[in-house]
């Protein structure tokens, strides 16, 4: 079992449409837990990050954390054609140990 | 603030030459971790780094790649007699020093080198 699971997609949605990205994970040591987003040739910028269980709500986006389950998803309300990119979740344990990276979700938004 | 320089943005050589690709972080970050992307892959960690030091370098492979973070300039990722198997994007991300329990800024990322062998 890998690490980190994330179904790579692609997905296509029309515009407005609620996006909701996942990823499962096998690490219980890991307690820090981020979404990049990548556009096509460009490195991975950081969109959200969450420290242990919880939601976080910045803007459209909203990242949840369930740890009991090794869960994470990544809401994004309203979605614009611009959301268009390839999402990657992203975790590590305590310390500055290496985030671990999921393969990435390649999201298209329709207008 | 210009962010995590890496160049050069492409890069193509010729199976068995070398390749050098150069990561600058950010300004305070003294932390550099060394990713590779190869197409519908995710990010691959390879090497992490602090001045002067290698912290981890579990994910590098044991021949032909080395790295290293000297106390002037960028950071270095070798590859010598590169394959074919060699070609992806290699990213170079920077952080900064431990985080207080429960913050995390996450990485910085660079643009990445696109590395191309033929």
Redesign the interface.
Known sequence: QKEVEQDPGPLSVPEGAIVSLNCTYSNSAFQYFMWYRQYSRKGPELLMYTYSSGNKEDGRFTAQVDKSSKYISLFIRDSQPSDSATYLCAMRGSGNTPLVFGKGTRLSVIA | NAG?MQNPRHLVRRRGQEARLRCSPMKGHS?V?W?RQLP??????MV?LQKENI??ES?MPKERFSAEFPKEGPSILRIQQVVRGDSAAY?CAS?H??QP????????????T?LTVV
């Open positions: 995590v932390h971790y990713y519908e892959e995710g990010l691959k960690f992490y912290i981890d994910g990213f952080s020093l431990l329990a429960g913050t995390d800024y996450g990485y910085t990322f660079g643009s990445g696109r």
